[in-house]
């Protein structure tokens, strides 16, 4: 079982920038697919971005261009910059494990974290 801890959330100002970590414990990161979702208030889980064990990355529409999803095999880290943030990026935001193939679905992902709370005031 793999623990994952998320840190780095908070508050900020339309516009400004956080960067999400999220630390993995055990000797097999690098095996895994990472992924980062979030929960807004009132709605689904949705996914935010993955990133392969070779480092291709992917996004959802609504956070490209903003958001960078990197990872840092020798620290077991995964790691969200968020840039011109939105109030509608509010959200509980999730790290996750993949030790399958490339998947955007949180249902296919093995282990989740407590989550750290995004809120973007307008």
């Known amino acids: 079982q793999v623990q994952l801890v998320e840190s780095g959330g908070g508050l900020v100002q339309a516009g400004g920038s956080l960067r999400l970590s999220c630390s993995a414990s055990?000797?097999?990161?690098?095996?895994?697919?990472m992924g980062w979702f979030r929960r807004a208030p009132g709605k689904e889980r949705e996914f935010v971005a993955l990133?392969?064990?070779?480092?291709?990355?992917t996004y959802t529409d609504s956070v490209k261009g903003r958001f960078t999803i990197s990872r840092d095999n020798a620290k077991n880290t995964v790691y969200l910059q968020m840039n011109r943030l939105k109030p509608e990026d509010t959200a509980v935001y999730y790290c996750?494990?993949?030790?399958?193939?490339?998947?955007?679905?949180?249902?296919?992902?093995?282990?989740w974290g407590q989550g750290t709370q995004v809120t973007v005031s307008s």
């Open positions: 996750a494990t993949r030790t399958g193939s490339y998947s955007q679905a949180g249902y296919d992902y093995d282990n």
């Open positions: 990133i392969t064990r070779t480092g291709f990355s």
């Open positions: 055990g000797r097999t990161f690098s095996n895994y697919y």
